[in-house]
């Protein structure tokens, strides 16, 4: 989960700051293919774990930095 965590994160704070049009896409494309080899599965079992995971991450994401212990923890766990 952590992983998901960090590549969800990437995409999410992926900023044009400045103004290299080309380090911009060269990142965003690496943050894309990261998240795809993560969702990539077969059985709707699987991807239905992995959306559950997913959701997980963005709650985890929209936490307020006085709970980020609790964030910490869940992602070991």
Same mark, same amino acid.
């Given at each position: 989960?952590?992983?998901?965590?960090?590549s969800?994160?990437?995409?999410?704070? !992926?900023?044009?700051?400045?103004? +290299?049009? /080309?380090?911009?896409?060269?990142?965003?494309?690496?943050? @894309?293919?990261? *998240?795809?080899?993560? !969702?990539?599965?077969?059985?709707? +079992?699987? /991807?239905?774990?992995?959306?559950?995971?997913?959701?997980? @991450?963005m709650? *985890?994401?929209?936490?307020?930095w006085?709970?980020?212990?609790?964030?910490?923890?869940?992602?070991?766990?």
């Open positions: 989960m952590q992983c998901l965590y960090y969800t994160n990437g995409l999410i704070s !992926l900023k044009n700051s400045d103004n +290299d049009m /080309i380090s911009f896409i060269v990142e965003a494309q690496s943050v @894309v293919e990261e *998240l795809n080899m993560l !969702l990539e599965i077969d059985s709707l +079992d699987e /991807i239905k774990k992995k959306l559950d995971k997913f959701y997980t @991450v709650i *985890l994401r929209a936490m307020n006085d709970f980020y212990h609790v964030r910490d923890q869940i992602l070991l766990g």
